[in-house]
C-alpha cells in the first residue's frame, strides 16, 4: 500500500504549464496555418512536439523544453519592449480622429484597438517570469529525475 503510494506521480505545477505552453502553442498554430504563416507554422509544431515529449516524460525533450522556454520568454520581452514603445500611437491615433467629421467610429476602434494592446502586453508580462520558470524547473535535479529512458 505504501510502495504503490509512493511511485503514484505527484502535483507538478511544471506539468500544467507546459501543457498551457502546448494549448497555446497549439492555437497558435492553427491561426499561423490560416494566415499562411509557414515560419512561425512551423516553430509552432516545434513548440508542441517539445511540451508533448515533456508531458510524455521523453528525456530528449527537457533539455528542448527549457530551450524553448528561454527563447519563448525573450521573444515575449523583446516584442513587449517594442510594444511599449508605440504606446504613444494611441494618443496620436485618438488625436486624428478627434478633426474627423464624425469620430465617434473612430474613436470606439481605437479604444478596442488600445484594450487588445494592453491585453497583449499583460499576457507578456505574465508569459516571460512563468516561462522562465518553467525553464529553471526543467532544470532541477528532482525534475530532471522524472525523465528516464523507457525500454
Not at 487588445?116 to 529553471?136: D, H, I, Q
Amino acid at each position: 500500500m505504501v510502495a504503490a503510494l509512493a511511485a503514484r506521480p505527484r502535483f507538478a505545477a511544471w506539468r500544467v504549464l507546459t501543457w498551457i505552453v502546448l494549448i497555446l502553442a497549439a492555437l497558435g498554430g492553427v491561426l499561423y496555418l490560416r494566415h499562411g504563416d509557414w515560419p512561425y507554422l512551423v516553430g509552432a509544431f516545434g513548440v508542441i512536439v517539445a511540451c508533448a515529449g515533456c508531458i510524455l516524460r521523453q528525456p530528449w525533450a527537457r533539455p528542448a523544453l527549457r530551450v524553448v522556454a528561454l527563447l519563448l520568454a525573450l521573444w515575449a520581452l523583446a516584442t513587449g519592449g517594442l510594444m511599449l514603445a508605440h504606446w504613444g500611437q494611441f494618443a496620436t491615433a485618438r488625436a486624428h480622429a478627434l478633426t474627423q467629421p464624425q469620430p465617434e467610429l473612430l474613436l470606439l476602434v481605437i479604444e478596442q484597438a488600445r484594450r487588445s494592446f494592453l491585453l497583449g502586453l499583460v499576457l507578456k508580462t505574465v508569459l516571460v517570469p512563468l516561462l522562465l520558470w518553467l525553464a529553471w524547473q526543467l532544470g532541477r535535479p528532482a525534475v530532471r529525475a522524472q525523465f528516464v529512458a523507457r525500454n
